[in-house]
């Protein structure tokens, strides 16, 4: 199958092909980490897949009371979508129907970049010309304008406008070929915990795995994308099948980052502890999806990501 | 660190507004010397008064200050004045950036109109510091007014951004208010009087207009943020916020968007 392996496993010399994405990070804090945490879970809900969902989102990591700048428990959370009105228009939705309606949230701008996304200055309009706007200097001496809008248990605080990076990604995959559901779905798991360790980095789908991998267009007339047949364990055997026979079972981890580098250290750290595991798990081998090339500008060579960081490339 | 050295009291009102750093930087000796800084038909020249020594960097000392120093550090765009003394009205009116520092007492006006920039008064300031001039739409505009000692009365009025900080202020402190934070930790009667928007913090007042009215205590994250911003300028005023708050609302008489919390 392929004349790459990792710690035993079999590789597969192919790459994964992903695409320029709008990116933004925001953060909710809360009184307790716990209500940080429901406000940043409903609000990540229901996005896994631009297509579907308008938006992919994840949490991106918790923070310390003092990493944010209300000194409260935190979440940071990652959004992505395809360009920047859709991811405008993703936020504004999100944040005023999760965020704002959750007791005791605020609100920031979670990173730096080039576009300017209005957020509490487009949600202030929820507070009937009751809100107000007011300019403090964060920690770092920098202007940042708020909206403190009048809500039922105080005010709802949030940051006037989060910005949007240039240079994010979607799509960075990686897909595990195992014998049992239950063996693969241990590796797939230590991947996910490996992958979204990297900062940036978020596997937007149910618990960052899914197994309806898909491919471009279907043969039904106007679906956009359907079931990717070639790794479908009941139809090996027909023309196409891309799968071993001792093969059962096909799990994929999908990831977006801010920067393509984090893609890239993301999928990485998913390949490395996947097979490290994989022997104990019949892991049979790791591939990645792609379309041939010609739509998606990053490319994921697993081959470059065998290699722990990227001056050792080896095969 | 170029230094101008008072030699005798001014003769008259001396007007400071073209003397700053950047200005004097790009002069000679004899240049400096003969700015004309006179109010009057005399023609006082810098000369005059003060000794002059140049070194071209982008801080300027004034020794020996006076109260009839007006607009020293006005329009101050970038780099330090310090005076060691006294200054009269309008200081730093108009400021856009840079820091000015005064180790006395300050006249009228001080930091009208001013939009960026920090101006720390180590003594008291008179009336209308951080006010609007006559017929001037705003006040304190974006600026950071610190004033150690107190100040006189209408403090902030009609300020539209920025931070006020002061020890003692007299009646109508953030009368007029458009926008902006001000605290103090005491100020006169009727605080806030016409004020639109904007934060006043209190530790003690005289008597509240009856057009503001108490909203409770409230723990707002707000507070939290207000509370990081002070605490780098002035920890006596960040403590205020440590303290169990009332809050106020008002000016009921105008669009009442502004409050006041003071300190139980």
């Known amino acids: 199958m392929s004349d790459l392996s990792l710690n035993g496993i079999p590789v597969v010399d192919t790459f994964a092909e992903a695409f320029d994405v709008a990116g933004t990070a925001i953060i909710v804090t809360n009184d307790t980490a ?161 992958a979204k360790a990297v900062p940036g980095a978020i596997l937007p789908f149910p618990g960052g795995i899914v197994r309806s991998g898909s491919k471009v267009g279907g043969r039904t007339k106007g679906m956009m994308a359907s079931t990717n047949d070639a790794y479908c364990p009941t139809l090996k055997g027909r023309a196409g099948s891309a799968l071993p026979a001792e093969c059962g079972v096909v799990l994929e981890i999908v990831i977006d980052a801010l920067t393509s580098q984090g893609v890239s250290d993301s999928m990485r750290a998913g390949l490395h502890a996947a097979t490290e595991i994989g022997g104990k798990h019949g892991l049979i081998a790791v591939t990645a999806g792609n379309y041939g090339g010609n739509l998606g500008r990053h490319h994921y060579h697993l081959r470059d990501l065998i290699a722990r960081d990227d001056a050792k490339l080896e095969g | 660190m170029s230094t101008l050295t008072l030699r005798q009291a001014p003769p008259e009102r001396l007007d400071f507004l073209n003397i700053n750093p950047l200005a004097l930087s790009r002069l000679s000796q004899g240049e400096v010397e003969r700015l004309e800084i006179g109010t009057t038909r005399t023609g006082v020249r810098l000369g005059d008064c003060f000794s002059v020594s140049l070194d071209k960097s982008d801080t300027l000392t004034i020794e020996g200050g006076h109260e009839r120093l007006d607009r020293v550090g006005a329009s101050l765009s970038e780099g330090a004045i310090r005076v060691t003394g006294d200054v009269g009205q309008r200081l730093g009116a108009g400021m856009a950036g840079g820091s000015l520092t005064i180790t006395g007492n300050a006249g009228p006006y001080a930091a009208s109109g001013a939009t960026g920039g920090t101006i720390t008064i180590a003594g008291d300031a008179g009336d209308y510091a951080g006010g609007a001039v006559y017929a001037a739409k705003v006040g304190l505009d974006g600026a950071t007014l610190i004033i150690r000692g107190n100040a006189g009365a209408h403090l902030g009025d009609r300020m539209r951004r920025g931070t006020i900080l002061a020890g003692r202020a007299g009646a109508m402190a953030g009368s007029r208010m ?52 002070l605490r780098g300028l002035s920890p006596e005023h960040a403590d205020l916020l440590a303290k169990p708050l009332r809050r106020y609302s008002g000016d009921l008489a105008t669009i009442a968007k502004g409050e006041i919390w003071v300190a139980a």
């Open chain 2, 178 to 229: 458009i926008a902006g934070t001000l605290a103090a930790l005491a100020v006169g009667d009727h605080p806030g009087l016409g004020m639109r928007r904007g934060t006043l913090v209190l530790g003690a007042h005289g008597r509240m207009a009856a057009t503001f009215v108490e909203t409770g205590a409230h723990d707002l994250v707000f507070l939290r943020l207000l509370s990081k911003a």
């Open chain 1, 34 to 194: 716990k209500w940080a945490m429901i406000a940043a879970t409903t609000m990540t809900g229901f996005a896994t897949s631009v297509i579907g969902c308008g938006a992919e989102a994840g949490i991106d990591a918790e923070l310390s009371p003092e990493e944010t700048p209300d000194g409260r428990p935190g979440v940071r959370i990652l959004l992505f979508g395809f360009e920047p009105n859709g991811l405008k228009e993703q936020l504004i939705k999100r944040v005023g129907q999760c965020i704002l309606t959750c007791p005791g949230t605020a609100c920031y701008a979670g990173v730096e970049g080039p576009t300017k996304i209005k957020l509490g200055g487009a949600i202030r309009y929820f507070g009937d010309g009751f809100a107000v706007a007011k300019r403090l200097p964060d920690a770092t001496g920098k202007e940042r304008r708020y909206w403190r809008i009048p809500v039922m248990d105080g005010e709802f605080l949030c940051e006037d406008s989060v910005r949007a990076v240039d240079g994010a990604v979607g799509g960075g995959n990686l897909l595990f070929l195992g014998r049992t559901h239950a063996e693969t779905l241990k590796v797939a798991e230590v991947a996910v915990e490996a």
